[in-house]
């Protein structure tokens, strides 16, 4: 009668074992898919995120813009991109020239941080692919046409023409 006694109750301790396990691995797969989900919302952001040199966000400049026209020497027409704290100008000179002297540089990347304190560094290219590209992106924006691509492929093109951008 002991060996009975002790046999069902090893086996009634066996028994709860096994069925507490069996609900815990039937929870598990659950809790692994809600784990999973998180993961998926949070991981988005880091897979869309462009180049490190650039952000997420590109924004037009008018007013910076503006200034480096009326205000530098030199400057025929300028379109200004920023993004986060740091903005790119796309500059056309006077007289078809196609080296931007440091003066001038210094005076626009001034005019820039003028309309901008958040600004901290100023990127200035009179390259006419750059300029083209900027000036069509601004275009499409005041138009109000769509812009998707525009983020990664203007990321492509600072790469190339800023090369030692941060």
């Known amino acids: 009668m002991k060996i009975r006694n002790r046999l069902l109750s090893t086996s009634g301790i066996a028994l709860c074992c096994l069925a507490m396990l069996a609900a815990g691995c039937a929870n598990r797969p659950q809790a692994q898919n809600d784990r999973q989900q998180v993961q998926q919302q949070a991981a988005p952001s880091q897979e ?38 740091n903005a790119y100008v796309a500059a056309v000179l006077k ?7 440091q003066d001038v540089e210094s005076q626009i990347a001034e005019k820039v941080r003028a309309t901008d304190a958040n600004i901290r560094n100023v990127y200035v290219s009179v390259n006419p692919d750059f300029v083209s590209r900027v000036n069509r992106y601004v275009d499409d924006v005041q138009a109000g046409r769509p812009i998707s691509g525009f983020v990664q492929e203007f990321s492509e093109i600072v790469q190339r023409v800023f090369p030692n951008a941060r």
Not at 95 to 101: A, I, K, L, P, R
């Open 48 to 85: 869309t995120r462009p180049l490190s040199e650039t952000e997420e966000r590109v924004e037009v400049a008018d007013k910076a813009a503006e200034k480096i026209v009326s205000e530098v020497p030199g400057v025929q027409s300028a379109n200004v991109l920023v993004t986060r704290r």
């Open 95 to 101: 007289g078809g020239q196609t080296q931007v002297s």
